[in-house]
């Protein structure tokens, strides 16, 4: 059962953060993620189009990418596999892209890090895949359906999106892990205001097909995600902007 939707800010977007917090804030959402299994999930997504890239590789931007824990595990399992994967991650955060690195670094793989925003810059063309997780909860419709747009004009195959799906069963799983599994405040009060903001499935989907001119598929992700994948060659529609 889902309840209406409240936007949330969340604590890690303050400014004034300072890094000691910010990177004990990233290193509980890692432990979630680790706990979910959210990058393995999305890697075979991301994958079942390198057999069309004709023996180049497979490029992938990583959209909002946070400490870079699952472009950095996409990398790893690429590497593993002997797969020519390139991925880019973008974002708007200092901090965010100096822990990309160093987690890179520890990995033993490589990950190429921008310091962008995505609603104030265009994002690189280009590319293959492009993704984005855990970002569409803070945004409004208007912006959600911006960020389609200027994903899929960077895409050559397949944009794919991951969230939070808004529901009541969510609240209560988010809200006991983050409690057994979460030191810092500011991460704790982060991932239910992430609940609260997020859409729903029936609302993403509808701004998904007004923004992109183009069939969509969502499916759950367990525990508490959903995917939403466009991929299907399909002529692009004229659609209005949202005000």
């Known amino acids: 059962m889902s309840f209406d939707r409240v ?3 969340v604590w890690i977007d303050d400014p004034s953060i300072d890094a000691a917090e910010f990177q004990r804030v990233r290193m509980d959402e890692l432990r979630l993620n680790q706990l979910t299994r959210v990058a393995d999930a ?3 997504l991301i994958t079942r189009y390198q057999s069309n890239t004709l023996g180049r590789p497979l490029t992938v931007l990583d959209v909002s990418s ?3 824990d699952l472009a950095v595990r996409w990398a790893v399992k690429a590497a593993r596999e002997r797969r020519d994967l390139r991925i880019t991650t973008v974002d708007p955060n200092r901090h965010a892209i100096e822990e990309q690195q160093r987690l890179a670094d520890r990995s033993g793989v490589e ?3 921008i310091q962008l925003d995505c609603f104030r810059s265009p994002l690189p063309l280009g590319f293959d895949v492009v993704i984005s997780t855990m970002l569409m909860h803070r945004l409004d419709d208007s912006q959600a359906f911006r960020l389609l747009q200027s994903m899929q004009g960077s895409c050559q195959q397949a944009m794919i ?3 939070f799906k808004r529901s009541r069963l969510n609240c209560a799983l988010v809200n006991v892990a983050s409690r057994l599994l979460v ?5 704790r009060h982060d991932a239910m205001a992430r609940i609260h903001s997020s859409f729903s499935e029936r609302e993403i989907a ?3 097909r007004s923004a992109l001119g183009r ?3 969502i499916r759950r992700l367990l525990p508490y995600h959903f995917v939403l994948v466009a991929d299907e060659a399909v002529q692009t529609e004229m659609v209005p902007a949202f005000a």
Do not use: Q
């Open 7 to 9: 936007r949330e800010p």
């Open 42 to 44: 999305l890697y075979p």
């Open 66 to 68: 946070g400490n870079g």
């Open 111 to 113: 990950v190429r890090s």
């Open 161 to 163: 999106v991951c969230d």
């Open 183 to 187: 030191r810092s405040a500011v991460c």
């Open 206 to 208: 509808r701004i998904a």
């Open 215 to 217: 069939p969509v598929r």
